[in-house]
Nanobody, 118 residues
């Protein structure tokens, strides 16, 4: 499974961005997708996740009011809509895939940088 993340960039505080993650390869073997982020000098943290079949979602509580994860099964693509961005949202955002609810994320994209200016 290969993952290609895109959509990052520079945005002003309060602005919006939509990240995309296109999956290719043995995508039928994946259970769900997730977004993670890593800010400079910090550990990687979970942002949101979604399952391919039911579209069930989960979020980190601090982000669920501003971020929305969605998927387009026909395009094997997952999106992360980010609204009301804050400087503390500045990070490299990674998408990931896992083959089962009971497994860790096994496949990772290359990351896309989001920079929010104040």
């Amino acid at each position: 499974v290969q993952l290609q993340a895109s959509g990052g960039g520079l945005v002003q505080s309060g602005g919006s961005l939509r990240l995309s993650c296109a999956a290719s390869g043995r995508t039928f073997s994946t259970y769900g997708m997730g977004w993670f982020r890593q800010a400079p000098g910090k550990e990687r943290e979970f942002v949101a996740a979604i399952t391919w079949t039911t579209g069930s979602t989960s979020y980190t509580n601090s982000m669920k009011d501003r971020f929305t994860i969605s998927r387009d099964n026909a395009k094997n693509t997952v999106y992360l809509q980010m609204n009301n961005l804050k400087p503390e949202d500045t990070a490299v955002y990674y998408c990931a895939a896992r083959s089962s609810y009971y497994r860790d994320y096994e496949y990772w994209g290359q990351g896309t940088l989001v920079t929010v200016s104040s």
